[in-house]
């Protein structure tokens, strides 16, 4: 089974205000030649984009940026946006719900709403909006994240223009993972560029895990790095701590999502790699990464 752990869904309602300037921002840095390969987040051209590719299944995140942006809709009613497509779709997408944890109280409820009536499978947080996951304060989420046995996607490393980088350093993840053994961590997009620091936090700690979303361009621009980086990956966590992700619809204009889920099945170790001593992935290990083990997590 392939998944994509890591996915965006959005339209012309919910990128607006503060959210807009941020898509166009990254519309610039990425170079997007036409906008609406970064604009058109809809389910109709994922779905169409996860069957060329083979995707089986996909998670999709909310996005709770309220503390930061300015707009015209709240984060319950993007969380019904990801609900009404999961509603949908059972069968294609696992949605996890945007929750900025310094709403406290409220927080609470909005997981137990999300998970226990909407069917939500983790949770999203957006640390690029300016707080750090293992502020003490938040601990009674992560006591009730725990009991309703969820994952919780953490953003950690680079972000777009207008958001917060100091809050995104995957070490902040390592004092919840220790004191939440029981909740599984995933740390978004391997930590770039603070790959090194996620690699030993994911490596240290069992219920912390990793996903390769945003790596398209290095990949595409430069296979020998990125093959090294996955190997470094495998080498410090473990195999099983390695998840498919894509990002989309964020760098669908440098790899569309088929060839990104071709870079992973045929992937080679290029031969000056080879000189370094560094060795093919088998293909469990590659089917491990491309789904297995984020069914594992995910309770599929
Ligand atoms: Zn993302």
């Known amino acids: 089974m392939i998944i994509d752990a890591h996915c965006h869904i959005w339209d012309e309602t919910l990128i607006n205000g ?27 051209r994922l779905l169409r984009e996860m069957d060329e590719a083979g ?39 696992i949605g996890f719900a945007g929750i900025d944890p310094r709403r406290g109280k409220e927080a609470i409820m909005e997981l137990e709403r999300c998970v226990e009536e909407l069917g939500f499978g983790g949770v999203k947080f957006w640390t690029l909006t300016g707080f750090y996951p293992d502020d003490k304060k938040f601990y009674p989420f992560y006591e009730r994240v725990e009991e309703l046995n969820v994952p919780i996607l953490v953003h950690t490393g680079l972000g777009p223009q207008y958001t917060y980088l100091k809050y995104c350093q995957p070490i902040y993840v390592d004092t919840i993972a220790v004191d939440f053994p029981d909740i599984n961590f995933i740390m978004a997009h391997m930590g770039d560029p603070f790959t090194n620091q996620a690699l030993a936090v994911a490596g240290k700690n069992p219920n912390v895990y ?91």
């Open 18 to 44: 503060d959210f807009s300037k941020l898509i166009d921002g990254v519309i610039k840095k990425l170079k997007c030649p036409d906008p609406k390969y970064i604009s058109d987040g809809s389910v109709e």
């Open 55 to 93: 995707i089986d299944k996909t998670v999709i995140l909310g996005l709770d940026g309220d503390f930061l942006f300015r707009s015209t809709i709240s984060y319950k009613f993007y969380n019904d946006f990801v609900a009404d497509i999961l509603k949908n779709y059972p069968d294609k997408f």
């Open 210 to 300: 990793i996903d390769i979303s945003a790596w398209e361009p290095v990949f595409k621009f430069s296979p020998p790095a990125f093959v090294q980086t996955l190997y470094q990956a495998k080498m410090t966590c473990g195999i099983e701590k390695i998840l498919f992700g894509s990002d989309w619809p964020l760098f669908t204009h440098i790899l569309s999502q088929q060839d990104w889920v071709k870079a992973i099945k045929k992937l080679k170790i290029p031969p000056p790699l080879r000189l370094m001593g560094i060795t093919e992935f088998t293909e469990e290990e590659k089917t491990a990464i491309l789904g297995n083990n984020a069914a594992k997590i995910l309770g599929l």
